[in-house]
């Protein structure tokens, strides 16, 4: 750009943004630091030490409860993306249909309730079909999850569809295409950065679910934060510095690998 | 084009419709509205003696919600725990919600003005810090504000204050770690609208000698709207429910609805209650909702008109 | 179909997770409250695969096993539910009291309200309700309720009190001169006056403070013994008083399900906990006394002469048994508590 005058430039918001990076990231540096501590405390530094890794390596039940979470995250995720996706699509830009308000208030249902209230109607809804159907295995965990996490999903998306231009979809069915091609190059395409948020959203929204968790896991299944939250009324080590640190560095080279794969295709 | 459907069409775009929506109905139906169901029925019914319900229809529940009998006196009058509580839940979610979103819209804004092929980059810093889980953050944010906390160190160290302040267990800590919680569910949907804006719109308005303050409100905030109003949104609404937040930073001493519910359901062993205070929030809710279809209805009439 | 896949994906975890269904057993429990070297040694001895599932508090442990469905053969609730457990037929007539390593149970704890002779349950951990007080910035007596009830200028605005309605509730009466589960009006009126009073000098009403004591963010405040101790461990200058005119004593108890399926395994782990070395790597680990004789042997030193585990011979009087209260009392105690949190 030759101009001198950049169009773009907001005063002040650029700081503004820079403080909210500050801000989000204070708090995570200060967790990595302390997971290093050598002695038993989340608060007091004692010098520096790998034993909490090693605490963390050993212990089976963080483990496990760490591994699960992501599972039940990526299936999650994943199922209520799909479905808010579809949803999206049959809501908006659509001449209004009867009907239509009663959807969407569906849609963002569990948005309204307190998690404590849809935590206890599920332990006692679900609970009727384990005992009917002998069934306990994750799938209760995965649904629930994939039904908080629709709107989460949902809303992204349709703040993205209806900013959406018509004129690319029209001109492609002016040339014949079928619904599904333009579907597949035109609206997906453009859709896509709406997806990902809401698929991000919805990932980490069950990442860190608690209290719906809590009720609805049978035995054997904590996730990684129902095990700390029932480490929350007696001691909390470092040790979760450490596994939240391991997570934050797979994390962050997988944003790395990201960068670079976009790069390298465009 | 939308006017001359034939029956034969609008046959089909019914059809395609239910089948889009199927996914998400059976998943909700039986995760989400059919246990709501259960919640409306138990807030009828009378409490057991040791948490659950007994199945006789008794209006209790809802008549405590709003009222109350003086144990002492035996005086019949507002439930002013109930409401202060309820009070405290709006007046933290909405100042939230306003704070997330002077933080959150220049940050989208930032990231939206940025080269195309870094974009995704920005957005991913937003997420990382959602990668860990929200206990630890809010522990690590306990401790940077606490009374001998970094927060306060750093500030007695340079000099602008001689005594350490009192953050942490005060409404403002409670606001804070709200904030730092549902930031990011201010920032994409801000950002997924923001992205697709046609700055030569933004051009032309400085072509006609438009301030920048007169740009961003009367150019980028309209075409923006959407974003904003379902930030806005998802933001409110959960910050009204919260709960490891107000217990964790608010020290617990001041409880919001999600922890009155919660009372409920766990030690007050009052069930009944419990839902029918979920199902007042609910009402709440369906306000601010409201709000957003109709906002968001006629930015889709503008769209389509 | 899209269901159906899930459905026999989330199977098939379940399966990986029961590959060794010859000798299991789920136990529900507090989280780290589970000795992992005990349970490591009990899988050995018996061939038994252990799954650990944690819970935060009572209520919730109710309410699920209530549910039904839940797959769990142990849980440990406190005294005060293990009534409630029993009269909703929830958990399995057992007789720990005919096993091999009852002969090792501390006789205090055999009759006691919540299951006499011990039909049900066995001791997991017990303790006491206290205060904390840092003694480097309050020099007085500490064994009294008055520490966070009526509080020294010193500790004002630095105190902290558990967020645990019915031991708050119960140390409060005490001091007013109550009884455990008290209607009386005079006495609530006085109790409700006293912490809403209270209350203005406190700082908070919070769980997971043992680093705030011991750090001086916190000066004193009502707390369990065992979290004291990891305090004092940390900081000298931290104590533990008792107080004179009553304090709440709790135990956990594990039990079986009535719904257990695997009972047998069960029955072979709580007669595990009853022997002295165990219950000692149970209280080594957890920091709280067991209630069976012959574990001081095996206790850390740290733990078997801490003044906030083994209570002074003078304060023991002072000490009440926490039972469960009916429930018109626990409906006004739930008003009063709110009142006080508005």
């Known amino acids: 750009m030759a101009r001198t005058f950049d169009i773009r430039k907001q005063t002040g918001f650029t700081a503004l943004a820079i403080t909210c990076f500050a801000v989000l990231y204070m708090p995570i540096v200060l967790l990595v630091v302390y997971s290093f501590n050598a002695g038993s405390s989340i608060a007091i530094w004692e010098g520096f030490s790998f034993r909490w890794y090693a605490t963390a390596w050993d212990n089976d039940q963080v483990q496990a409860a760490t591994i699960r979470s992501l599972v039940i995250a990526c299936c999650a995720s994943g199922i209520a993306t799909f479905a808010a996706v579809l949803a999206a699509l049959a809501t908006t830009r659509t001449k209004p249909w009867k009907g239509q308000t009663l959807a969407f208030a569906m849609v963002n249902q569990p948005l309204m309730v307190p998690e404590i209230v849809t935590a206890v109607a599920l332990l006692i809804f679900f609970a009727m079909i384990k005992v009917s159907t002998g069934y306990t295995g994750l799938g209760y965990l995965i649904l629930a999850h994939s039904a908080f996490c629709i709107p989460f999903a949902y809303l992204p998306v349709r703040a993205r569809l209806q900013g959406m231009d018509l004129t690319l979809e029209q001109a492609a069915s002016d040339l014949y295409a079928t619904p599904f091609q333009i579907f597949r190059r035109i609206t997906l395409p453009q859709l896509f950065p709406g997806i990902l948020a809401g698929a991000m959203l919805a990932f980490v929204i069950s990442l860190d679910d608690v209290v719906i968790t809590e009720f609805v896991k049978s035995a054997g299944q904590d996730t990684l934060p129902t095990y700390m939250l029932g480490q929350l009324r007696r001691v909390v080590t470092p040790e979760i510095n450490a596994i939240s640190t391991v997570l934050l560095a797979i994390s962050v080279v997988m944003v790395i690998a990201f960068f670079f794969l976009s790069r390298v295709r465009k | ?305 | 179909m899209k269901r159906t896949i899930l459905m026999s994906t989330a199977a098939a975890f379940l399966a990986a997770g029961a590959a060794h269904a010859e000798g299991v057993l789920n136990i529900y429990n507090w989280g780290n409250y589970t000795s992992p070297e005990m349970i490591e040694k009990f899988e050995k001895q018996y061939d038994v695969d252990v799954t650990i599932t944690d819970y935060d508090s009572n209520d919730t442990a109710l309410a699920k096993i209530k549910a039904g469905g839940h797959g769990f053969d142990i849980v440990v609730p406190s005294g005060t539910y293990v009534p409630i457990f029993i009269s909703e037929g929830l958990l399995m007539e057992s007789k720990p009291n005919e096993m091999e390593n009852f002969v090792n149970m501390d006789p205090t704890w055999v009759d006691v309200e919540f299951d006499p002779g011990r039909n049900y349950t066995v001791p997991w951990q017990w303790g006491t309700v206290g205060v904390t007080v840092n003694t480097s910035v309050y020099g007085g007596d500490i064994n009294t309720a008055a520490i966070f009830l009526d509080p020294p200028d010193e500790l004002k605005g630095k105190i902290n009190v558990v967020p645990e309605m019915m031991d708050i509730m119960s140390t409060t009466i005490y001091y007013v001169g109550g009884e455990q589960c008290t209607m009386d009006k005079e006495v609530l009126k006085k109790v409700r006056d006293t912490l809403v009073e209270a209350k203005k000098s406190w700082l908070s009403m919070d769980y997971g403070n043992i680093e705030k004591y011991a750090k001086g963010d916190l000066a004193a405040g009502v707390n369990w013994n065992g979290a004291s101790l990891r305090s004092r461990l940390l900081n000298e200058a931290v104590a533990f008083g008792y107080p004179m005119t009553g304090y709440p004593v709790w135990m956990d108890n594990a039990a079986i399900l009535a719904d257990a399926q695997n009972p047998e395994n069960a029955k072979l782990f709580l007669n595990f906990i009853m022997d002295p070395e165990n219950a000692a790597m149970l209280s080594n680990f957890a920091r709280y006394a067991n209630g069976i004789k012959g574990s001081e042997a095996y206790l850390d030193p740290v733990m078997a002469q801490a003044p906030e585990v083994v209570v002074p011979d003078e304060l023991k009087a002072a000490g009440v048994i926490s039972k469960t209260c009916p429930p018109e009392a626990q409906k006004i105690y739930t008003a009063i508590w709110t009142e006080l949190q508005k």
């Not at chain 2, 439930?79 to 919600?97: E, G, P, Q, Y």
């Open chain 2, 1 to 305: 084009m939308a006017d001359d459907l034939s029956p034969a069409r609008a046959a089909r775009e019914r059809r395609s419709r239910l089948l889009l929506l199927t996914p998400a109905m059976i998943i909700l139906l039986l995760a989400a509205s059919g246990p709501l169901l259960i919640v409306l029925i138990y807030s009828f019914l009378t409490p057991g003696d040791y948490g659950g319900v007994v199945w006789k229809f008794s209006w209790d529940a809802w008549f405590s919600v709003v009222a109350e009998r003086d144990f002492f006196t035996d005086e019949l009058s507002f439930a002013d725990a109930h409401l202060s509580i309820f009070w405290r839940s709006v007046k933290l979610s909405l100042m939230t919600t306003v704070a997330a979103l002077i933080f959150g819209f220049p940050t989208a804004y930032f990231i939206a003005t940025r080269p195309k092929r870094s974009r995704d980059f920005w957005m991913l810093l937003i997420m990382i810090p959602f990668w860990t889980n929200l206990l630890i953050r809010t522990f690590a944010i306990m401790e940077l504000i606490r009374a001998e906390g970094t927060v306060n160190m750093l500030l007695l160290w340079t000099g602008i204050i001689d005594e350490p302040i009192q953050m942490l267990f005060t409404e403002f800590s409670i606001m804070l770690g709200m904030v730092y919680v549902y930031l990011p569910l201010m920032i994409l949907p801000i950002y997924a609208s923001m992205e697709r804006l046609d700055f030569s719109l933004v051009e032309a308005a400085y072509d006609l000698y438009a301030t920048r303050w007169r740009v961003l409100r009367r150019v980028i905030f309209p075409l923006v709207r959407p974003g904003v109003i379902a930030g806005s949104i998802l933001v409110f609404i959960p910050c009204l429910g919260a709960y490891v937040t107000p217990r964790v930073l608010g020290g617990g001493k001041n409880l919001m609805l999600g922890n009155l519910i919660e009372l409920q359901f766990g030690q007050g062993r009052n069930w009944p209650l419990g839902a029918a205070l979920s199902l007042s929030l609910l009402a709440i809710v369906m306000v601010a909702l409201i709000f957003y279809v109709r906002a968001v209805g006629r930015d889709g009439e503008k769209a389509h008109g």
